[in-house]
């Protein structure tokens, strides 16, 4: 067990208002709780595995910045991890990263309120290449009326459905026509195709995840045919996710991987089995995001109760995992608790346990800032820069 | 329908890195999405019909602000709503309170880090009454040398555990042990029982919820007759909740009622069903809060997809409802969409979708700020004022 807590000598903390979970130099057992922090050398030997990867493959790397919506943490994926550029899914988010001076900048998503359109359309005033995907001819239209209005220039990407069944053109077809008509539009650039199954990636067994994988593929496959027949051949066809960026990139028709959880991982990523049978948080990545939570009460026999509920991490894709300790299972999550079983009562009042999040977007979304440990010891204090911006 | 949106004449929020979701006087089509909106016609309305409740019974009203985790609700609940103090769950999110001027203020919850149990022990000094729960002696004693070394003093009440399961002790014995602690700590003054039955709350069906919660009455009476015998009467017994606390007033044991949902109301106790059978968001409670959302997508026949997704809304209480559209259904979110199943194609990008939420607390922590409408009207935009304060 980790060790108790006690008043540490310095008085960092212990103001009412002190609203930072922890300072650099303390020591995990110093850390307030519950709170947000990172392993960095799990986090930073993740972004090296994954920029081997896409080296070796000659795929560009486009992480997804609504995962960790940090600028920091992209800016180590930038200097170590190989990404030559990120992903939001709202203009606010992406107005962050902009600001911050990150050079490009995909919205792999629909913007279609007006308003949000005229900010998007100024985006590329903060000197970068800034893009985003439409599925509605309308939407083009929209787009060139406000590029128009700034005097900037956007990329703009066909978004294809290729089986996930959310947002995306239904047919080749419609791909060809909404391709030709960004290309014809004044100051849009056509740059290519997103095709993204989200609900391929968290196909836990391997061969189920490729096999359903492959038909997305094919049907994407089809639809960058259609566009070449036509004279429309995307540049960049960009998709993939941290389940199945392996089967994108042996298709030889994607250029661009999408992968955001690779970086963290999380209880629904890490029961997914790579090719050889290997869970994904035991092999290829390893858990670099926790939330990290203290006993406040074991009134009750077997049972220890945390001071790290739903505000401290989603639930939409079950129950967290404690780290390090297979025995002990959490039992249920409520506002402001996690109950943890404990049947040999080996848990005491102070004690630590680093609970791994069942989704990781959601529950990063949540806090105001990263702990950013090595080994034992706060080496930095990231601000989760683009929190709470879903506009 | 909702109209759908346009630019609007002036120019709030055009500029990159405007972030409220509206300014007062805007209308409703005019609030950016996704946004956390209150109906305050309905808001006000549940806070006098549970002022006239508790007022008819007797009974003090201590909402909870972990609930709304907002200043400006809880000066509302003051104002017209009978709320004579606040519950907090954590100590940084009393610490807002406390600054903000509130006078009564309970910590319904136990506070061990040391840290925390010194800051709570400085909150007397915001000028108001402190008062927390313990379910074990070293807390208790662990509160006495903290109050000792900053001079104030501190309302302590015993937590009992009448059958969620989670805090609490487990017996009359032990609650009378603890209390008599308690009474003896220098400092301290034992303040009454706090025994609260979560787990009764969202039970639906009227009868199955008052057995339930007639059991942890009557296991909680129990206690305090063994206080009384051993001369230590509980000035306060305190709990309850939007569930249950008709019953709690009429067993004449209670004091005090924490209810905290009544207010906002939600998916999950829109579906309980009161003594007439009508479901709680169809009589008694009328939805106040909801998350705004616009269309973004139709590109797939016979669906609609909205902008906000599990950043704006949590799913542990399952799917939220589509209000006033009984016939349109939410039947995926993810982390930035909501799918609705529109088989008519009726929805039309732009198109504006108040979603009730499945549970009102942790999706009010999601957000920075409540847009307040009167009407079709923003009157004021609130902030989440201890929004990520679970420390």
Not at 35 to 42: F, R
Not at 60 to 83: F, N, T
Not at 118 to 128: E, H, I, T, Y
Not at 340 to 345: A, F, K, T, V, Y
Request: some cysteine.
């Amino acid at each position: 067990m980790a060790q108790q807590s006690s008043l540490p000598e310095h008085l960092s903390g212990l103001e009412p208002g002190f609203d930072v979970p922890a300072l650099p130099g303390m020591s995990l057992a110093e850390v307030f709780t519950p709170a947000l922090i990172l392993d960095l050398d799990a986090l930073e030997r993740n972004l090296r595995r994954m920029s081997a990867f896409v080296q070796t493959h000659g795929m560009k790397l486009r992480v997804h910045g609504k995962m960790h919506r940090s600028v920091d943490v992209y800016r180590l994926q930038e200097q170590i991890g190989s990404a030559t550029g990120i992903c939001c899914q709202k203009v606010s988010e992406a107005e962050v990263f902009a600001r911050a001076g990150v050079k490009d900048i995909l919205i792999s998503n629909e913007v279609r309120d007006p308003r949000m359109i005229d900010r998007l359309a100024q985006l590329p005033r903060f000197g970068g290449r800034i893009g985003v995907c439409v599925d509605a001819p309308e939407a083009v239209a929209d787009l060139a009326v406000a590029v128009a209005r700034h005097g900037f220039s956007l990329d703009v990407l066909v978004e294809y459905d290729c089986g996930a069944g959310r947002c995306g053109v239904q047919s080749a077809a419609e791909a060809v026509a909404l391709a030709r008509a960004i290309d014809e539009a004044p100051g849009l650039r056509y740059a290519g195709l997103q095709s993204y199954q989200g609900s391929v990636q968290h196909l836990s067994e391997f061969n189920t995840r490729r096999a359903a994988a492959a038909e997305a593929i094919l049907r994407t496959t089809e639809v960058i045919g259609a566009l070449r027949e036509a004279g429309l051949p995307p540049e960049t066809v960009t998709g993939a996710g941290t389940g199945s960026y392996t089967f994108e990139t042996s298709s030889g028709v994607f250029t661009e991987l999408q992968c955001g959880s690779y970086a963290f991982m999380d209880a629904d990523y890490g029961q997914v089995l790579d090719i050889e049978g290997r869970r994904f948080d035991e092999g290829p990545w390893q858990n670099a995001l926790f939330v990290l939570a203290q006993v406040i009460s074991t009134a009750r026999p077997g049972q220890a109760v945390l001071d790290a509920g739903l505000k401290s991490l989603t639930m939409e894709s079950g129950l967290p995992l404690v780290f390090g300790h297979p025995d002990l299972t959490c039992t249920a999550v409520s506002d402001e608790h996690s109950q943890i079983r404990d049947p040999e009562g080996r848990l005491q009042i102070g004690n630590r346990l680093k609970l791994v999040p069942g989704h990781c977007d959601p529950t990063c979304n949540l806090h105001d800032y990263y702990v950013a440990l090595r080994g034992d010891r706060v080496e930095a204090v990231w601000p989760v820069s683009a929190r709470g911006r879903s506009c």
